[in-house]
């Protein structure tokens, strides 16, 4: 478990990391033109070091399902592990700034106050979104839907945004993500009436279009907005948005030490580093890494939960984790082969 003293330098070094990143981004070069599937603005090595990042936030998402199981085991509503963690994330980063005495340079121009405030309505309608879900259908199939349906809005909003149609990358990479997420959750069955599944899979589907707008609108910088501050105060507002909901839930956490280490825990691992390296690697991912950049977080959680959980993976799960790794490959390989042919 992470201690307090390790906090502050967990959020140096993965911010050292991000600001390097969208410091190369900004060096435009002539490999980067040659790429429609790139980001303005964005060479070969800083796409794959996106990549890198996203594939990063969804490792560290992946053991938050974990640490919200434990959570709940000891009797917390699991609205108030969603407030929570937005909260304690959104804290944790906040503190840092004030100690680094960076808090009076938050920016007081239209479009980053925008920005955070989508951000923080965003998080808090997903959050919001996902947990209605598991109110109407199994928590299998809500996960499914929610984390299934991220990769096709986000490529449907990039050949949108662009006007045109989805290039044989991409879509290889949607298509392999989705059958292997399928195939890795089991095709979990909702049993409930026709109308009450219909309410769930909206609310899932809803929370699945939430986080891709999330992801589209982070995938631009705003001029003079600070990394740290776009995630830390936009946590901090969507926690602030889910309060009330999570008062009227129930907030209450046992005054132990597991429980109240878990939730620092999961405010500054799978919360605040995890969407740090989330924005981080938006900026320079390319096209196809933008869509399937949350695709390890239900592997990591697979692996957790056999290992931790003594949970077993059936062959069909097997399949499917293969194939979403082949999904994360397909951006590498492309990339690897275009730079082979010009090189």
Same mark, same amino acid.
């Given at each position: 478990?992470?201690?307090?003293?390790?906090?502050?330098?967990?959020? %140096?070094?993965?911010?050292?990391?991000v600001?390097?990143e969208?410091h190369?981004?900004?060096?435009?070069?002539?490999a980067?033109?040659?790429?429609?599937?790139?980001?303005?603005a964005?060479s070969p090595?800083?796409?794959?070091?996106?990549?890198?990042?996203?594939?990063?936030?969804g490792?560290?998402?992946?053991?938050?399902?974990?640490?919200?199981?434990?959570?709940?085991?000891?009797?917390v509503? /699991?609205?108030?592990?969603a407030?929570?963690?937005?909260?304690?994330?959104?804290?944790?980063?906040?503190?840092?700034l004030a100690?680094?005495?960076?808090? @009076?340079?938050?920016?007081?121009?239209?479009?980053?106050?925008?920005r955070?405030?989508?951000?923080?309505?965003?998080?808090?309608?997903?959050?919001s979104?996902?947990?209605?879900?598991?109110?109407?259908i /199994?928590?299998?199939?809500?996960?499914l839907?929610?984390?299934?349906?991220?990769?096709?809005?986000v490529?449907?909003?990039?050949?949108?945004?662009?006007?045109r149609?989805?290039?044989?990358?991409?879509?290889?990479?949607?298509?392999?993500?989705?059958?292997?997420l399928?195939?890795?959750?089991?095709?979990?069955?909702?049993?409930?009436?026709?109308?009450?599944?219909?309410?769930?899979?909206?609310?899932?589907?809803?929370?699945g279009?939430?986080? %891709?707008?999330?992801?589209?609108?982070?995938?631009?910088p705003?001029?003079?907005?600070?990394?740290?501050?776009?995630?830390?105060?936009?946590?901090?507002?969507?926690?602030l948005?889910?309060?009330?909901?999570?008062?009227?839930?129930?907030?209450?956490?046992?005054?132990r030490?597991? /429980?109240?280490?878990?939730l620092?825990?999961?405010?500054?691992?799978?919360?605040?580093?995890?969407?740090?390296?989330?924005?981080? @690697?938006?900026?320079?991912?390319?096209?196809?890494?933008?869509?399937? @950049?949350?695709?390890?977080?239900?592997?990591?959680?697979a692996?957790?939960?056999?290992?931790?959980?003594?949970?077993?993976?059936?062959?069909?799960?097997?399949?499917?984790?293969?194939?979403?790794?082949a999904a994360?490959?397909?951006?590498?390989?492309?990339?690897?082969?275009?730079?082979?042919? %010009?090189?």
């Amino acid at each position: 478990m992470t201690s307090h003293a390790d906090i502050p330098a967990c959020l %140096s070094t993965l911010e050292y990391a991000v600001v390097s990143e969208n410091h190369s981004a900004a060096r435009p070069s002539a490999a980067a033109s040659s790429s429609s599937s790139l980001p303005a603005a964005s060479s070969p090595g800083s796409a794959r070091r996106g990549f890198a990042l996203l594939t990063a936030a969804g490792v560290l998402w992946g053991t938050g399902g974990l640490a919200g199981h434990l959570l709940q085991a000891d009797g917390v509503p /699991p609205l108030a592990v969603a407030a929570y963690r937005l909260l304690v994330a959104g804290a944790l980063i906040t503190a840092f700034l004030a100690a680094a005495g960076r808090l @009076g340079r938050l920016p007081r121009s239209r479009p980053p106050a925008v920005r955070l405030a989508a951000n923080a309505l965003l998080h808090a309608v997903f959050q919001s979104l996902y947990f209605a879900s598991l109110a109407f259908i /199994p928590v299998g199939l809500a996960t499914l839907v929610k984390i299934g349906s991220v990769p096709v809005f986000v490529a449907v909003g990039i050949c949108l945004a662009a006007r045109r149609v989805p290039s044989r990358r991409l879509a290889a990479a949607v298509l392999l993500a989705v059958a292997g997420l399928a195939l890795l959750a089991g095709f979990p069955a909702g049993d409930a009436p026709p109308l009450t599944l219909a309410l769930g899979l909206a609310c899932a589907l809803g929370a699945g279009l939430t986080f %891709s707008v999330m992801t589209l609108l982070n995938r631009a910088p705003v001029a003079g907005l600070d990394p740290l501050v776009n995630v830390g105060v936009g946590l901090l507002a969507g926690g602030l948005l889910l309060l009330p909901a999570g008062l009227v839930a129930g907030m209450a956490v046992p005054a132990r030490p597991l /429980p109240l280490a878990l939730l620092v825990f999961l405010g500054l691992v799978p919360t605040a580093l995890a969407y740090l390296a989330y924005f981080g @690697g938006l900026r320079t991912a390319s096209d196809a890494g933008a869509a399937v @950049g949350t695709i390890a977080e239900p592997l990591t959680a697979a692996v957790l939960s056999m290992v931790l959980l003594g949970e077993q993976m059936t062959a069909a799960g097997a399949v499917g984790a293969v194939l979403l790794l082949a999904a994360m490959g397909v951006d590498q390989a492309a990339e690897a082969l275009r730079r082979r042919r %010009s090189g």
